[in-house]
């Protein structure tokens, strides 16, 4: 009676754990649907046949459980994320990790505690013949199953974003071939600053209820209410933004900063974005044509944080120089975690249960002053000027574990500030058009009067409305079909 106690108990568990292994992979792998949890089972019991299949099936699970944590958070496997593996920074890297601490991390525990007992099931004793039918089904259902074709996309992302930036560390060697180059400067600096992570929608500029734009509410100047990024992420977005690109493809050579070099303008980069290595990023890659270069992580990029602001402390002296320039500022914005962006920046907010939440509607509070300070230092240099700025690209917010995120499904993941101050510009004016920012060039060539065979200079006064779309990672989607997401407020 005892026995049969026992052997029952041990049944149930296995049984459990079958049914954990079943639904966590495709669950958290984002291949969820009633098709795989089926096909997951079947894999597993047909490979309980022999030693070999099984535990080959069970090695396998175990290699993808490690994707447990970020699948379950952002879903299928893409480029995007191999690339920001191997492109991100180890503080970067740390940030990440941070979101996988509670329900992810469990899961993956379960999903390895369950592997375990799965090799602890005993072989189903049948004889030869039913044994070779059943690996020779086992393998019919694995042929063009979700964990095979997980492994071949990561392999081939992995050969992949081996190769892209091989082509950028050549391609920042390949000079521009921008032709008929003729300046006719209006502003004696430009000074382009390149926001990050920055959702419009959480800007009480464009109607967000809580006002962490004081300034820019008011600010003199042209203010952009329909302006979309081109990607969801940097990598993607800023040389689809900077340089000449269809969407898919891009000459990362001709971009904006070798065009001010062309017309004859002094040009300048400072970043407080992480120097990984000297061409390790597109935005690298662009900023590396700049006549001088400031990188504030440069030699220390693992570790030490750099406030914004302090980028600020170089530009009065470059604005003094007497020479046409071009200055492009790069900021880490409010990228996640936004908490680490404040940097000492008083948190006002207290919108969501979220922290982090709170620090992002913070972060965007300090890129009011930011940009106040910015437009205050270059007042008073006396000389003229026109200040660009957008953010690289949107973000994902709301309510769940990992509150502050990138994605590229919604429109908040596109849909980004942007607006241009002016020492002639003295009121608030507001634009509605729909502009994409792969016409960022033909805005930029317009405020620095230079024109080129490339790119036509374009007021945005003259844009028309047009169908936009932008680069999800994969493909060229139109941005009205993404869905709208609900604003924290
Ligand atoms: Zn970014």
Redesign the pocket.
């Known amino acids: 009676m005892l026995q049969i106690k026992k052997t029952t108990r041990i049944s149930f568990y296995n049984i459990i754990a079958l049914l954990c292994i079943t639904f966590i992979m495709p669950i958290c792998l984002g291949y969820k649907n009633t098709g795989n949890y089926f096909l997951t089972l079947a894999i597993l019991l047909l490979a309980n046949v022999t030693k070999p299949s099984k535990y080959t099936v069970a090695f396998i699970f175990f290699i993808l459980s490690f994707y447990i944590p970020t699948g379950f958070q952002f879903g299928r496997l893409n480029y995007g994320f191999i690339i920001s593996a191997i492109e991100t920074d180890s503080h970067e890297t740390r940030e990440f990790l941070r979101g996988f601490i509670g329900l992810p991390l469990v899961l993956l525990f379960v999903c390895w505690l369950s592997l375990y007992r799965y090799l602890a099931i005993p072989l189903f004793k049948i004889n030869k013949k039913y044994r070779y039918l059943c690996l020779a089904l086992l393998i019919g259902v694995s042929i063009n199953s979700y964990p095979k074709r997980m492994i071949k996309d990561a392999v081939s992302y992995i050969f992949q974003s081996k190769k892209d930036l091989t082509t950028l560390k050549n391609e920042a060697f390949i000079p521009d071939t921008f032709s008929n180059v003729t300046a006719n400067p209006k502003y004696n600096n430009i000074i382009v600053v390149v926001g990050?992570?920055v959702a419009a929608n959480y800007l009480s500029l464009y109607g967000y209820p809580h006002d962490d734009t004081p300034w820019l509410r008011n600010a003199p100047g042209v203010f952009l209410e329909n302006y979309i990024s081109t990607a969801p992420?940097?990598f993607l977005?800023l040389p689809r933004t900077l340089a000449i690109s269809n969407g898919k493809e891009t000459s990362v050579n001709n971009n904006v900063v070798a065009l001010a070099n062309r017309a004859g303008y002094d040009t300048y980069w400072i970043s407080n974005q992480g120097f990984v290595g000297e061409y390790d990023t597109p935005s690298t890659v662009i900023a590396m044509r700049a006549n001088h270069r400031y990188f504030l992580k440069s030699g220390d990029y693992n570790s030490k944080l750099v406030d914004d602001f302090s980028m600020l402390d170089l530009l009065p002296n470059i604005l003094k120089k007497p020479e046409n320039k071009v200055i492009f500022i790069h900021m880490i914005g409010s990228?996640p975690d936004p908490c680490k962006r404040l940097m000492g920046y008083p948190q006002r907010f207290s919108v969501s249960g979220k922290k982090s939440v709170n620090c992002y509607i913070s972060s965007i509070n300090k890129l009011d002053d930011f940009i106040h300070r910015a437009y205050n230092i270059a007042k008073e240099n006396q000389k003229s000027f026109a200040m660009i700025y957008f953010s690289?690209?949107g973000m994902s917010i709301d309510n769940s574990d990992r509150p502050v995120r990138h994605g590229n499904a919604e429109k908040q993941n596109y849909h980004v500030p942007f607006f241009i101050l002016t020492n002639d510009v003295n009121k608030h004016i507001e634009i509605d058009t729909s502009i994409s920012a792969y016409q960022f060039a033909n805005i930029f060539s317009f405020l620095s009067g230079i024109s080129s065979q490339q790119i036509k200079p374009t007021s945005v006064f003259d844009m028309k409305s047009q169908k936009i779309e932008v680069f999800n990672g994969g493909n060229m989607v139109d941005y009205q079909d993404l869905s709208s997401s609900i604003i924290i407020h």
């Open positions: 990050e992570s992420n940097t977005s990228h690289d690209h």
